[in-house]
């Protein structure tokens, strides 16, 4: 069992910057593929980056590719999602989900692949 908690969530003028956090409960951290997601009012939950649990690869949906960074610190059991030049259609609650390695590659970018969600952070870009 995993317990996620996010938090840095915020209200940010376009083109600021964000840096989420996700701490994890448990002994296992390093174990575990980790992952951002975000839902808009409205809208479906969408995948936003992943990293693996053993080599660290890192995934991007295409909306966020070079603005936004996920990272790892398997000491402090923390994932990290670092956004940059933020624009208004980032606007979302994002949440952070977990599920223990290995997994197909193929389901790292879909919600059905993961097994444990946080509750989620609000991020408000106003343009």
């Known amino acids: 069992q995993v317990q996620l908690v996010e938090s840095g969530g915020g209200l940010v003028q376009a083109g600021e910057s964000l840096r989420l956090s996700c701490a994890a409960s448990?002994?296992?951290?390093?174990?575990?593929?980790m992952a951002w997601f975000r839902q808009a009012p409205g809208k479906e939950r969408e995948f936003v980056a992943a990293?693996?649990?053993?080599?660290?690869?890192?995934y991007y949906a295409d909306s966020v590719k070079g603005r936004f960074t996920i990272s790892r610190d398997n000491a402090k059991n923390t994932v990290y999602l670092q956004m940059n030049s933020l624009k208004p259609e980032d606007t979302a609650v994002y949440y952070c989900?977990?599920?223990?390695?290995?997994?197909?590659?193929?389901?790292?970018?879909?919600?059905?692949?993961?097994?444990?969600w946080g509750q989620g952070t609000q991020v408000t870009v106003s343009s």
């Open positions: 448990g002994r296992a951290f390093r174990s575990y593929n």
């Open positions: 990293i693996t649990w053993n080599i660290g690869r890192e």
């Open positions: 989900a977990a599920v223990m390695g290995p997994t197909p590659a193929s389901r790292l970018t879909t919600t059905r692949g993961y097994d444990y």
